[in-house]
């Protein structure tokens, strides 16, 4: 294992991930090397090496049992508040805002509400069961209040889970991690599990009570008037009365914000969350040019006539260079992963190949030597591309 190990690392020093993706912002706020999450709990620190990773996902020292105890305990119990909030929602018709297509995502719900949120005056004049959902929202103080926080912790969930997994797979696995992406994954971890260390608190103050399946008396008879004012033809009486409406929810919603626990420790987040954003974005624009060179995928069918008329190999060979790049600014993306693998294996099928396919599978959660990988769900062709590529290389 090790002459195979010194191989991947001497092939993908070739193609390491560009400084740039060093994880600044978070560096800026903490010492690289004092080991700790942004709001002072242990964490996985930027001085983590893959020698420290290995030691310590291999230990059986009682106090890296609890750390990983804790982090399991937060995580699980942050997803069982956004299942019972997910229900929530389903109960007060919320997800009716949304086209059918969309079932019961709560971060498509926000995102959409978020652009009405402002202006909401259209959307209103329908008077049909979006608007209804809509008027029902823009009045329910505690929706708003914790509307970002629970964007926040359906985030913080999935980076905190990725990162352990992703961690994991190079202990257990054929994931290999440059020294940048393992100081980006530390911190993107230690940033996850300090926003729902707080985020928690939070959510379990806001958290929905048995006798609010359905809205209270206050509530349905602003909504209506919601929909009445939507009605008015007269464009400034309209606004002019939803100003009067709304403004004192909002303030509302402002007071109950800075009684959040989460709130003390914004001055903290705040910069690794924006550092986090920057990343991402710039992952995102990336993937979408990498899915668009390669042929077979949706995106790659609707290419560009320029990127159409390209030979299959030379869109290959720019989607490997531009996944890997892309990979970079997010260690974590799945779609950049399965193509870094995808775009090299179809010319070098070798362990830098299936690398970054077990990277991809670890992430859409499948691992090769579980008894029954992905708990026996019927695997999509990406990845079954993957897990043969892996098991393949293994025997």
Request: charged share 30%.
């Amino acid at each position: 294992m090790k002459s195979k190990a010194l191989l991947v690392l001497l092939a993908l020093a070739a193609v390491a991930p560009p400084a740039a993706a060093k994880s600044t912002a978070f560096s800026q706020v903490h010492a690289a090397d004092d080991g700790l999450a942004p709001d002072g709990k242990r964490g996985f620190g930027l001085a983590l090496k893959q020698k420290g990773v290995s030691e310590l996902f291999r230990s059986k020292d009682p106090e890296d049992r609890a750390f990983f105890d804790e982090l399991t305990e937060v995580s699980n119990a942050t997803r069982a508040l956004l299942l019972s909030l997910r229900q929530h929602y389903v109960d007060r018709g919320y997800f009716q805002f949304l086209p059918g297509s969309a079932g019961d995502d709560m971060a498509a719900l926000h995102a959409a509400y978020a652009k009405s949120y402002d202006m909401p005056a259209r959307e209103l004049a329908a008077g049909d069961a979006r608007s209804r959902a809509l008027a029902s929202m823009l009045v329910d103080t505690r929706f708003n209040t914790r509307r970002e926080l629970v964007s926040r912790a359906e985030v913080a969930v999935l980076d905190l889970e990725r990162a352990r997994a992703v961690f994991s797979g190079t202990v257990n696995g054929f994931v290999i991690l440059s020294e940048a992406e393992i100081e980006h994954i530390a911190a993107r971890a230690d940033l996850a599990s300090a926003e729902l260390r707080a985020l928690r608190s939070d959510l379990e103050v806001l958290k929905p009570g048995p006798d609010d399946k359905v809205a209270g008396a206050e509530e349905t008879q602003l909504a209506r008037k919601l929909l009445e004012i939507g009605r008015i033809a007269d464009e400034k009486t309209r606004a002019t009365e939803l100003v009067a409406l709304l403004d004192p929810r909002r303030a509302l919603e402002s007071r109950m914000q800075l009684l959040l626990f989460s709130a003390r420790v914004e001055p903290k987040l705040a910069p690794l969350r924006q550092w986090r954003d920057r990343v991402l974005k710039t992952a995102a624009d990336i993937r979408a040019k990498v899915l668009e060179l390669i042929p077979g995928t949706t995106e790659g069918e609707a290419a560009q006539p320029e990127i159409a008329r390209m030979k299959k190999t030379d869109r290959l060979n720019q989607a490997a260079t531009l996944a890997v790049q892309g990979l970079g600014n997010d260690p974590l993306d799945a779609d950049l992963a399965w193509a870094a693998g995808h775009s090299r294996y179809i010319f070098v099928p070798d362990l830098v190949a299936v690398t970054y396919f077990d990277r991809y599978l670890v992430l859409v959660g499948i691992r090769t030597g579980d008894p029954i990988p992905g708990n026996g769900r019927k695997m999509t062709p990406r990845e079954q591309e993957a897990f043969d590529a892996v098991v393949s290389f293994k025997r």
